[in-house]
């Protein structure tokens, strides 16, 4: 566990999940330091878009408890479960732009549904947010007239509408080249840096994990296998852990290149 000065944020304590009968997360337990970036990180299949949701409070474990501020997500009512998404902010995969809207009215969507402020007010916050994520002038689009890292600076934008407490990022580097991943990975050290945000991002993309976590967590199916600061991480001795930040392939992969390799030099 990460050494941290101050008390965590979330509190994550001996969650289980389940999909029907398949149980997908087993005794998780680790805590989200405030004002810094935590990395939820694995291979695909690992249990980090369920984990994201359980933190979100789009799904309930099975059991185990996650506080927030000290309140229980599990057990909040519907009006708690309210406010308490009023001070997140989500990115989901891809932005998740309503195609039919122009991305100011994208952004206008939670202003327009949690707050009673004028028509002028929004236009000039949605204005604000596209200047932050670097898409200024660029309210009048439509989603499909921008890029992939537009769409989801664009996306990030709306989730910051309500000056969020808290920045879910659900691999935010997908889809992305290198140089739009390095500017996305750019933007979310600033939003830390600027505005003291907690913020937790959920990633299978190594070079992007290791450039602004403060502390990570590695998973596999559905454990944690190490919890740390990115130095301590990369001392693991987990065989699992090695593999992934490695880049070991599994076995029956390592087997199946073998037998072709021979294949071919039979040729």
């Not at 998404?85 to 100011?104: D, E, P, Y």
């Not at 939670?110 to 000039?124: A, F, G, M, N, Q």
């Not at 907690?198 to 502390?215: G, Y």
Request: glycine share 8%; aromatic share 6%.
């Amino acid at each position: 566990m990460p050494n941290v000065e101050s008390s965590p944020l979330i509190r994550v304590e001996n969650i289980v999940a389940h999909y029907d009968s398949l149980e997908v997360l087993h005794n998780l337990t680790f805590d989200v330091t405030p004002r810094a970036i935590t990395v939820i990180m694995g291979v695909s299949g690992c249990g980090k878009s369920t984990l994201l949701k359980l933190l979100i409070g789009l799904k309930k474990p099975t059991s185990g408890n996650i506080y927030v501020d000290g309140k229980n997500l599990v057990k909040m009512s519907r009006k708690e479960l309210d406010t308490f998404r009023k001070r997140i902010g989500v990115l989901f995969q891809g932005g998740a732009l309503f195609n039919s809207m122009t991305v100011g009215e994208n952004i206008a969507v939670p202003l327009r549904v949690h707050t009673k402020l004028s028509e002028e007010t929004i236009r000039i916050m949605c204005q604000l947010k596209l200047e932050m994520v670097g898409l200024a002038g660029f309210e009048d689009f439509m989603p499909s007239q921008l890029s992939g890292g537009m769409r989801k600076r664009a996306g990030l934008a709306r989730a910051l509408a309500m000056d969020p407490e808290i920045l879910f990022f659900d691999e935010p580097s997908s889809g992305l080249d290198p140089i739009t991943s390095a500017g996305l990975d750019n933007l979310i050290l600033k939003l830390k840096s600027a505005f003291g945000m907690t913020i937790v991002v959920v990633t299978h993309e190594l070079e992007s994990a290791f450039t602004i976590a403060d502390q990570l967590i590695v998973m596999d199916k559905g454990e944690i296998l190490a919890y740390g600061t990115p130095e301590e991480v990369k001392k693991s001795t987990n065989q699992r852990v090695r593999q992934f930040l490695e880049r070991q392939p599994e076995e029956k992969y390592s087997k199946d290149s073998q037998f072709l390799e021979s294949l071919l030099s039979k040729a």
